[in-house]
């Protein structure tokens, strides 16, 4: 069963979101504010965040960098609707999705479920894939260039992983969306475009003129190995 960390100080939204996940058989666990979020991660080692960026104290990006400095945990942040800010800076910070408010307790169900389902370790046998020289492992959710790590997301690994199981085949970004962060609703394809750009910052050597991650003017984006 994985434990689900809910992070809000409004108890109605805490309340609601725990019932539900509860119901849909996760083990939903509530912090009111970033301090006490921080002491559940390291106590109860959740394998899910749900974090609002406004909260008391240390606030939601602030404990989501902090997250990121010390794991690839799994982060979905709330934003408010119209922060586009908040949602790209919690993109940027290595968020795997957002959810605005107000939402309904399903779709944030559905947003939990994608991102365990695809960050889960896949345990039927160690796969890899290489492309110049980056190589990644699917079992450890490793990468590696020139045989250093790479430090990835959960949701950049999957990104990564995608265009590397189809070198040279170009995607558009709904086409991203729906293999990658499994939607088929219209949705924010901006987040698509923040991940490339980590990626490329994280595996180019040169991340203005990239030599992996191509962009298709006009379409999406391949890996050109």
């Known amino acids: 069963m994985a434990t689900v960390l809910v992070v809000d100080d409004e108890p109605i939204v805490r309340e609601v979101v725990v019932r539900y996940l509860t119901h849909e058989g996760y083990r939903a666990i509530e912090a009111a504010d970033g301090d006490s979020a921080r002491e559940l991660i390291e106590s109860s080692e959740p394998d899910l965040v749900v974090l609002d960026v406004m909260l008391p104290g ?60 695809r960050t889960s370790v896949n345990g039927a046998g160690v796969e890899a894939l290489a492309f110049g020289d980056v190589e990644l492992e699917r079992e450890t959710r490793e990468a590696r260039k020139r045989g250093a790590a790479i430090r990835l997301t959960a949701k950049e690994f999957d990104l990564l992983w995608f265009l590397a199981s189809h070198p040279r085949r170009v995607f558009s970004r709904d086409q991203l969306m729906t293999s990658v962060w499994g939607y088929t609703a219209a949705l924010d394809t901006g987040t698509v475009t923040v991940h490339v750009r980590r990626l490329r910052e994280k595996i180019e050597d040169d991340p203005s003129k990239p030599r992996f991650l191509e962009t298709v003017w006009g379409v999406g984006y391949r890996l050109a190995a």
């Open 58 to 117: 240390t606030d939601g990006l602030a404990l989501c960098r902090w997250i990121r400095g010390r794991s690839e945990l799994p982060v979905i942040m709330l934003t408010a609707r119209g922060e586009e800010a908040d949602r790209i800076v919690g993109l940027e910070l290595g968020a795997d999705d957002y959810v605005t408010k107000p939402f309904s307790p399903r779709e944030l169900a559905a947003r939990v479920r994608s991102v365990l389902r």
